[in-house]
Every structure is written in C-alpha cells, then in structure tokens.
C-alpha cells in the first residue's frame, strides 16, 4: 500500500481526557469513520524520549534518549529517514526538539526554525520553541507545509494540553479545556486532510499527574489514545496497538521498507 500520512502528536494529552474531550474526533469514531486505542507510553514518561519512541519505534532504554535533557542527533532510523530513502517529501510543524533529534543540534532559531534542506530527513519544518506557542499556529503552519510542499509524511506537534497541565495539573478546568481547544482547531483542517487522501493519526507522547508532572508509572502518566482515520485502517476493535509500533505502521501506510514493527491488524 502507497499512502500519505499526517501524524499528529498531542503533547502531554493523559486517555481518559481524551475520551471525554475531543469531541470532534470522537464523531468521526461515533460515525463509523475512525478507531480510538489506548496506548501505554513507553518509560520513562517524558518527552523527549518518546518522540524518539513515536518516530523510530525504539524505546528510551534502548535509543539512549533517556530524558529530556539529552540533547543529541538519533542514532535510530526514523519514518523520516525510511520515507526519505525511498524519495519521498517529508515534513514537521513540531517542537524544536524533534529537528535537534533529526536534523541539526543544537537547535539554532535564525537558522533551524524554517527549514527547507531536502537532503535532510525532515526536508520541510517549522519549528518552535515556546511551550506556550499557541496550537493554532501550529496546525496552520502544518497546512502551509501540506499546501506548499504536498509532503507525503506530515508531523504536527503542538504543545499547548502538556503546557496546561504542567501549569494547573491533570485534574484542572485549564488542562481539559486545552485538549477541548486542539479538537476545535483540528476539526478546521481534519476533513481536508482525508479529502485530500491523506491517513491520520492523532496520539500523544504520555499523559499527565496532578503533581502537574510525568515521569513514572501511574496510569494516567502512562495511558494515551491512539485515533486512525483513513480508508487503510481496519477500525479492528481487537487491535491492540503499542506505542514502539508506530513508526513501523506509518511506514506501511507510505509502502516504504522498513525494519520496523507495526501493528497489522491497525490496517486494511
């Protein structure tokens, strides 16, 4: 199978609040039209760590991105060198940490925070570096790449549910109204998405605590969703996804080889 793939990583965004916020993703599963999983993030649950989990498909203990503050080039294969190397266009509106991990570190603004180098394994970006950049900025920064560069491999990372929750806390009006907010802005661009051919999944790194932290083992640390939309997708309720997965299914959805594992029964 040769598809397109826009991946969308909710930082910080806990299951549960995502079962009972996101609305308009929630309609599309109500219709029929999409799936929702429950992932366990990886450990430690932390950033950094678990984007590298997200896009190589190997976990911290095993990449040497151990916590937050390691601050290196990969040393793993991401979906972004797998779709690369098979001469596809890959591209990323994402946190800065994701091009210092595949790109270029350490992350220079004037020259990092745009990016348009197509030998590189995130060709086109967007980079930022303010938690607090809003997520409407995000996804339209996301579109312009989509609209300008027709990438076939597209990352959306925005940040606004983790920076809420390390402010106010898991259990806070703040926190779940954040996650409520990234529905709204999703569902301007969402059906243009699918219209245009493209697979979607929306997911997020690890959840959140009322410490207004995430590290450890606590369930609502560790649980996140997982919804695919997209005619590739088998809506198996049966599936049984897992976070280190990821990257193996996005490149079987680019029909690019890979080394990677994949949850089979996510597709058609």
């Known amino acids: ?5 826009i991946l969308v990583v909710l930082d910080g965004l806990n299951y549960t609040v995502a079962q009972h916020t996101l609305g308009h993703l929630q309609a599309y599963a109500g219709a029929g039209r999409a799936a929702l999983y ?15 989990c997200i896009l190589t498909g190997v976990a911290p203990i ?18 972004f060198h797998y779709a690369r190397d098979a001469g596809l ?5 994402a946190y800065h940490w994701v091009s210092e991990l595949y790109n270029r570190t350490p992350f220079n603004a004037a020259q990092d925070r745009h990016t348009a180098h197509p030998d590189r394994p995130i060709q086109y970006g967007h980079f930022y570096w303010s938690d607090h950049y809003p997520d409407s900025h995000v996804f339209a920064d996301a579109e312009h790449l989509r ?10 990372h925005p940040m606004n549910i983790d920076d809420a929750g390390h402010k106010h806390g898991l259990d806070s009006a703040q926190y779940r109204n954040s996650a ?34 995430h590290n450890g083992l606590l369930a609502e640390e560790r649980e996140v969703p997982l919804f ?25 959805l680019l029909g690019v080889a890979h080394d990677k594992p994949f949850c089979r029964e996510l597709l058609k």
């Open 38 to 52: 429950k992932l366990q993030c990886e450990l430690p649950s932390l950033s950094r760590p678990l984007y590298e």
């Open 228 to 252: 695919v939309l997209g005619d590739a997708f088998s809506f198996d309720p049966s599936a049984a996804p897992k976070q280190t997965q990821l990257c193996g299914t996005v490149c079987q």
């Open 89 to 93: 266009t890959t591209a990323a509106a």
């Open 1 to 5: 199978m040769k598809h397109n793939v």
């Open 147 to 156: 609209l300008c560069h027709q990438p076939n491999l597209l990352l959306v």
């Open 180 to 213: 409520r907010s990234a529905d709204i802005i999703l569902a301007d661009y969402l059906q243009g998405w699918l219209d245009a051919g493209y697979q979607v999944l929306v997911t997020a790194d690890h959840g959140m605590n009322n410490d207004r932290s």
């Open 62 to 79: 095993d990449s040497g991105i151990v916590h937050n503050n390691v601050s290196r080039l990969s040393t793993q294969r991401s979906m």
